[in-house]
């Protein structure tokens, strides 16, 4: 007989042994989707993943680069270029080659790699330079102290200096690989940086009302971005947040209207054609070659190689069909499936049963309201944290799911009672029913438990919270930052044991969930959150919070 040995995640070195040591798995990484690729290089770290950057095809690039070379400070803010993180791309990518580095150099979007360059070298004509400060009487003085502590080289009439020396080495070799393959491009781009380094040197630290030439640059390359993600499903953190914040200022007219507002109208008309089906379950579509265009032994070492990443946790394992499926704000899912009728959900939501309702009449009527679902979920994953953090795909499905039912619910009562849950679908996108159900949960639930939660600091007899506290608190409870909240201040200070503390600052945050006293036992088991889909729920919320005050 056998005996059952414990199965161990294998090593980054035993990972890129097995796939690099099987000529099928090396092919199949060019197959694989950018997500799933960008995942399997994070892993590996990108200082030691130069061998699978050199598979790496042009559309992979790219895709991988949007997600990777763009960071926020915190959750919601604007995202920025990070000029570092591409420098440390430069060295992953010299790994394979100087001419490979000069081909991707000169493929990828001109201005992107402008806009690096610019942030990373100091780009001087010296005798224009020379000749301006000449005519105005100036000095040299900036030069000189860029060239003090930054070293350079000499390119034709440039000189390029380094505004990051760490980066120097990897970005010098790569300019010099593109200039002896593609001197006419590295020529553009040095006039383009040179212009740009221009002003930078004119700076002398006053405020400017206009943008700057290498912040127009940045908004150009972020704009084409922003287009080539939209056009996949992506929903941006600027226009997640327009969205939520417009639900607040909406009037009754505005939702009860069947227009979509901008935003939700604006997704819909630059989302791309539909993409193709998903093979992993992880969300990940749009892949450089789907499977149904490969042949029989290139779909096999794609499938063996994704459940090598599977087994290595680099990718999840497709969840049961049961579940919600959503990819994470990387890509729209076509596949977002209702939760059944099954032993996980014995009593399906509304919502639910109208798409299966809907499902036996038009196919496509459905297809659109699990597009709309998509839209939402994004919009939750980019514009509202859960807990301090971003949101996940399934949770940020579950919450769509859960406003959009409220929506449904009050979009009824306000009906015809006769109408049913099929019938509104009909008439209404989920998008139209999730404002009608988000302006609820944040007047009947968020805001109720805000002025509660202000109530119990007003009237607290311990002293420790004076005035000044109460003004460095207020900002905080305002955002609804619970997890900040939750530190700061002790329940016993409030007079409230830690499960009845823990489930008020649950309602404060912007998607509020039901917790502790509030929580529904008899949820499923693999509920990620329990959000607030149904009227019964807001009037248990209001209860507790009465109860509260009273106490």
Known sequence: MSKLTRYTVPSTAQLLHHIFDRPQLVAAVRDLH????GKLIEHVGLEDAGELVAL??????????????WRAGRQGDAEHFDAQRFALWLGALLEAGESFVAKRLAELPRDLVTLAVHRLLLVIDIEALAMQASESGEDFEPIDKALEDNVFEEWDEFRLIARDN??????????????????????????????????????????????????????????????????????????????????????????????????????????????????????LHGAAASTQRMGLASHNAHTQL?????????????????????????????????????????????????????????????????????????VLISGCSLGGRRMRPIEALEAAVAATNLGLELAVSELDPTHGPAEVLQRKGA????????????????????????????????GEIDAAERLRIEPLLAAGASDVLRLDLRAVQLGLDQDT???????????????????????????????????????????????????
């Open 34 to 37: 950018p997500v799933a690729l």
């Open 56 to 69: 790496a095809s042009l559309p992979q690039l790219e895709r991988i680069f949007d997600d990777d070379l």
């Open 166 to 283: 760490q980066a120097w080495d990897s970005v010098l070799a790569a300019l010099l690989s593109l200039d002896r393959d593609y001197s006419e491009d590295l020529r553009d781009i040095l006039e383009h940086c040179c212009a740009m380094s221009a002003q930078y040197i004119e700076d002398n630290g006053g405020l400017y009302e206009v943008l700057t030439a290498e912040e127009s640059l940045e908004d150009d390359v972020a704009g084409e971005r922003q287009d080539r993600r939209a056009a996949v499903g992506f929903v941006s953190s600027t226009d997640a947040q327009s969205f939520l914040a417009g639900i607040a200022v909406a009037t009754p007219a505005d939702l009860a209207s069947d227009t979509r507002d901008p935003v939700a109208h604006a997704y819909f008309r630059e989302l791309g054609p539909e993409l193709p089906a998903d093979p992993t379950g992880n969300g």
């Open 306 to 378: 994704l459940r090598l990443l599977q087994g290595a946790e680099i990718l999840q394992k497709p969840e049961p069909r049961r579940r919600h499926r959503l990819g994470t704000n990387a890509a729209r899912d076509t596949n977002v499936l209702p939760r059944g009728t099954g032993s996980d959900r014995p009593t399906p939501l509304p919502f639910e049963r109208g798409l299966v309702a809907l499902a036996g009449e038009t196919a496509a009527l459905v297809a659109q309201r699990k597009e709309e679902l998509s839209f939402l979920a994004n």
């Open 431 to 462: 998008d139209r029913l999730f404002r009608v159900g988000w302006r609820a949960l944040q007047e009947q639930v968020v805001e109720s438990a805000r002025a509660t939660l202000r109530a119990l600091l007003d009237h607290d007899t311990t």
């Open 501 to 551: 503390f823990v489930a008020l600052l649950a309602l404060i945050e912007t998607c509020p969930t039901l917790t502790g006293p509030l929580a529904d036992h008899e949820a499923p088991a693999h509920a990620h959150a329990a959000f607030i889909a149904h009227r019964t729920q807001i009037g248990r919320a209001q209860r507790f919070l009465q109860g509260l005050l009273r106490a």
